[in-house]
């Protein structure tokens, strides 16, 4: 072998054995790296529900109060009177209320005209609004129209009855008796007719002002999604105010929340109810229907108000079916159950059924809040140091950060909301796996 061969054979040589070396080396002195598994910062909804578990009772008393002060302006019932579920049992006095509903509107639309502002939904809502409105009054100008004519046709009725019962008793024979029967007929429909449209009105009118009602949530929804989505400070503030304003002026109304029996009124018209605490009650209703009765526990008990939704089941039917209730009443006293403080609370049921007894046990979900399209992140990834409250962002170099965070509203299903410290698309860690 030439001497020259000898070299390049030794060279390669070399080179195979210092590559050997370097990866040997790279290997031994490379770090086994920190294993995350991550949740992403999304948009979503959280909600935030109380579970308990009650009983189907019959006969049951509720008492109804206003929850604000002011001066009686009308009582459309008396006791012993028949009333449905969302019927108005009384009113206040609304001008201030109204005038004050009027100030937070102006006060919104100026908001919402200085950011430049225009959302079509709520332009929609306002339309709705005002054709709900429209539609009561047309309402309640049939309703009258009818009701008057059908007042018209019993007088009607009536002195056609006189004349005939006149007109027989002067010579009783077979031809005036069967006049003065078609005019007692004539009599007994007119007065069925009259019932049949006082019923068909009242129908009416509860079904317009739902519709209302309606209409006014949906402008109220309309008005907190663009407030949400302008992230405008002043119009979030505006939007606060028109709110109070107009939960206020929906607080001057005072419904029956179950079908039943007026028991008691225990005001007249033109009374000033304090703001104070109400010592009696304003009016009791024996309901007609079904209730769901549950102990709540105090450390949930605050978290209840009036007219709250709940899904709940029964065992004797099966948990596969979900039926809907609402919260109608709230007792003040307390009651101990197995040591624990308890407060009584009672549901109306919104969807009945045949098979519903009393005695039956009844599984509640509470929905006690709601908030929908806001930052949220699982509960698990949250840290605390003293009062504040950080989680890690892991970062594009498999690195983490150290972020302080703002929470809000703790939902089911281990989800928080976020309020500030994060954006969305952030990925937080739930989880560190360390090398061994």
Not at 224 to 242: D, K, L, P, V
Not at 337 to 355: A, E, G, L, W
Request: hydrophobic letters at 40%.
């Amino acid at each position: 072998m030439s001497k020259k061969k000898k070299i390049i054979i030794w060279g390669g040589v070399g080179l195979a054995v210092a590559a050997a070396v370097g990866i040997s080396v790279y290997f031994a002195t490379r770090k086994p790296q920190t294993e995350y598994t991550t949740a992403p910062v999304e948009r979503g909804t959280v909600v935030q529900t109380v579970s308990v578990t009650g009983d189907l009772v019959d006969n049951q008393e509720i008492t109804i109060n206003f929850e604000l002060g002011g001066k009686i302006k009308e009582i459309m019932v008396k006791e012993d009177d028949l009333v449905a579920a969302g019927e108005i049992v009384a009113t206040l006095e609304d001008a201030d209320l109204n005038s004050q509903l009027s100030q937070a509107k102006a006060a919104l639309s100026k908001a919402v005209a200085d950011a430049e502002a225009n959302d079509d939904a709520i332009d929609e809502a306002e339309v709705a609004k005002d054709n709900a409105e429209n539609y009561l009054d047309q309402v309640k100008e049939l309703n009258k129209q009818n009701i008057a004519a059908a007042e018209q046709d019993v007088e009607n009725a009536e002195d056609y009855y006189e004349d005939a019962l006149d007109y027989y008793n002067e010579d009783k024979t077979a031809t005036r008796k069967l006049t003065l029967t078609t005019a007692e007929n004539s009599l007994k429909d007119a007065r069925e007719a009259k019932e049949t449209a006082d019923e068909n009105a009242d129908l009416a009118e509860v079904s317009a002002k739902n519709t209302l009602e309606a209409a006014k949530a949906g402008l109220d929804t309309a008005r907190s999604n663009f407030a949400a989505r302008s992230r405008n400070a002043t119009i979030e503030s505006a939007q606060a105010g028109y709110n109070i304003a107009l939960n206020n002026l929906s607080r001057s109304v005072l419904r029956s929340p179950v079908n039943g029996r007026v028991a008691e009124v225990n005001n007249k018209k033109g009374e000033i109810l304090g703001t104070g605490v109400i010592k009696e009650s304003f009016a009791r209703i024996i309901s007609g229907d079904l209730l769901i009765e549950a102990q709540i526990p105090e450390s949930d008990i605050l978290k209840i108000k009036q007219g709250m939704k709940a899904d709940f089941t029964l065992d004797a039917i099966g948990s596969d079916e979900k039926f809907q209730a609402e919260v109608v009443e709230i007792f003040p006293a307390s009651t101990l159950v197995q040591d624990v403080i308890s407060y009584k609370v009672k549901f109306r049921i919104t969807s009945p059924d045949s098979r519903f007894k009393p005695g039956m046990t009844a599984n509640l979900d509470i929905k006690t809040a709601e908030k929908n399209n806001i930052l949220r992140i699982p509960l698990r990834a949250i840290k605390t140091e003293g009062d504040h409250k950080y989680v890690d962002v892991l970062k594009d170099n498999n690195q983490t950060e150290k972020v302080e965070v703002t929470t809000g509203l703790s939902g089911d299903e281990g989800m928080v909301e976020v309020k500030s410290g994060l954006k969305e698309g952030d990925k937080v860690v739930t989880f560190t796996k360390e090398p061994s």
